[in-house]
């Protein structure tokens, strides 16, 4: 049998992209990939952005590039990964991590606004992930998937019913790709965050009811911090993780274990 070494965990010569990170998630994400040895494509809908957000890895001494798309958008994705085969940037990696939140009663809640959080949470990983996997496949060396749920992939909140729906989709998603690409060595699995310390969570932090909350009804009796979401992605995306396939590990100090 042979011994465990921290090489099963090296990324070096690994093209990660990662959706929705030129801040909070994602960039702990870009930047702990890169860390571990990966060239990292940075993403977001907005190029000054990610220019920025390149810039911050690239002071560190990383390997990091830009690429502004909308991840909701077929023919944009399209255009990007395009742009990916100009470049020989062979995506291996890939990180769905883009999201958005709304919050509001169901029977308050519009249409378009179910679809725009659907169309951001779950369409665009099946727009992305199809791109990535189509020339995974092709090239016939494998490659990672590891979509970003969340506490809702497992139980339901009150007022975010688009934003539930989408993770719990992300969650058989990622089951589905198992299904059709672990053929080709691909494996597709699900991060679920539990409350982590971002801007997009910044009202709720700054509620001080919901904040003793989050606090008192967790095992860990705190918010987790988006680097604490790292090693996760890491094992994910590198050979530590080859024979693990449509699951999702749920990051949450404990939080699912408890009523």
């Known amino acids: 049998m042979k011994s465990t070494s921290p090489s099963l965990f090296d990324l070096s010569g690994r093209t990660a992209l990662i959706t929705g990170s030129s801040r909070g998630i994602g960039f702990a994400f870009a930047q702990g990939l890169a860390e571990a040895g990966a060239k990292v494509i940075i993403n977001s809908r907005q190029a000054a952005v990610v220019d920025e ?14 690429a502004a ?5 077929e023919a944009s994705v399209e255009a990007a990964f395009a742009g990916f085969d100009e470049q020989g940037l062979a995506v291996d990696i890939l990180i769905n991590n883009a999201g958005i939140q709304h919050r509001q009663p169901m029977v308050e809640l519009s249409l378009a606004d179910w679809q725009r959080v659907m169309d951001t949470n779950l369409t665009a990983a099946f727009l992305v992930g199809r791109a990535a996997a ?8 494998g490659g990672k998937i590891i979509n970003i749920g969340s506490l809702t992939s497992e139980a339901a909140r009150a007022t975010v019913a688009p934003y539930t729906v989408a993770k719990g989709g992300i969650k058989l998603l990622s089951k589905a790709m198992a299904a059709e690409w672990a053929q080709f060595n691909i494996q597709a699995n699900s991060i679920g965050p539990g409350y982590i310390l971002t801007d997009m969570n910044e009202a709720l932090v700054n509620n001080p ?4 909350w989050v606090k008192s009804s967790n095992p860990a009796q705190r918010w987790g911090q988006p680097e604490e979401l790292v090693g996760t992605a890491v094992f994910l995306s590198s050979a530590a993780s080859n024979y693990v396939n449509g699951q999702i590990i749920y990051v949450d100090g404990g939080w699912l274990s408890v009523l």
């Open 209 to 212: 009811s919901f904040d003793a």
């Open 69 to 73: 798309f909308d991840v909701a958008d």
């Open 53 to 66: 957000a390149v810039k911050k890895l690239q002071a560190l001494g990383l390997d990091a590039v830009g």
């Open 134 to 141: 189509r020339r995974m496949i092709a090239r016939g060396q």
